[in-house]
């Protein structure tokens, strides 16, 4: 009998920076492609999985070039059509960004980058994809640009039409006071929120680049920095503006005003990323203290946000959530530097 010296060595898998479900929820008359999570890592790989109805297959590993990371996700899917009395629904498309000024689509068939598009700007931080349109009228694009957050404070528009990616335009250039915008996401088709370095929100209008709002946080907390980080920005069903920063803080903002209705102190330290559920029924935020907090609101006509459970789920920073409701299921997935998920 042979024998042999076998020494299994543990495999850290690299750190989740980014998380994208497909669809953010699904009716079950809405016909749409089947939903899907993307899974970006520090090494460059993103994973795709099928939840299965809570079962989770990993159906494809996409792997990464050397010294690349993805830094962000976003999905969008293009307009149904119906030829000859036939709906046809569109394509799911998955976009990334790493810390450069490159944005990629990727082919999901072959698992290699489709097209790349990048422009006379800073290195992208953040991304997001324009809801599509409901109730356009006749002649209409109904698909889904995406936006830009950079780190020279420039916010940029990129084009998706014609099954393309083009940088359509610059928005907002470079900041004079070098912010850095690091979170955005849309109010609706074309109002953008976007959180900056500099304790200020932002609200641009895409069709002219104009800045509608400028919301302030403040000075930071005594004995810290002056300047309050905005992580992650996100947006109610009721258009309700919601913020994590630096400052472990949780924000609320009236959609209309833009003025600060409530501040929730639910963390020790940063809030580094926020999911919502579908009807803006639930707040759910993840920080570097590991904690993984929900919100509901309590009371009635204007209810106040209130923490309800906190859970430490992770053994490090909880740095991307998203959040998925349909097909039998109601979840919240979070990433972090342990590479859990």
Known sequence: MEIHRCRFVPFPPSTINALAFSHSHISQDQKTAPPRLAVGRANGDIELWNPLRGSWLQETIIHGGKDRSIDGLVWTQDPNEEVNGKLIIGKSRLFSVGYTTTVTEW???????????????????????????????????EGQNLIAGCTDGALVLYSTKDDDLQLQRILVRPSAKKAKIISVTFQ??????????????????????????????????????????????KVLKDGTIVSGDSTGELKIWDGKTY??????????????????????????????????VTYKPEGKGKPRWAEVTHRRFHNHDVKAMASFEGCGMSVVVSGGMFAEF
Not at 261 to 290: C, N, P, W, Y
Request: glycine content about 14%; some cysteine; aromatic content about 4%.
């Open 188 to 233: 609706n088709r074309n109002i953008v929120v976007a959180g900056c370095t500099d304790s200020v929100i932002r609200i641009y209008d895409i069709r002219t680049g104009t800045l509608l709002r400028s919301m302030t946080l403040g000075a930071g907390p005594k004995g810290g920095p002056k300047e309050i980080i905005i992580w992650s920005v």
């Open 107 to 141: 082919d999901l068939r072959t698992g290699r980058p489709l097209r790349n598009a990048s422009g006379n700007h800073g290195e992208i931080w953040c991304i997001a994809a324009q809801p599509a349109a409901t109730g356009a009228a006749s002649g209409t694009w």
């Open 259 to 292: 003025t600060l209705r409530q501040r929730i102190k639910s963390h020790e330290q940063d809030v580094l990323s926020l999911a919502t559920g579908a009807d803006g029924s639930a707040i759910f935020s993840g920080g570097m203290d590991r904690r993984t």
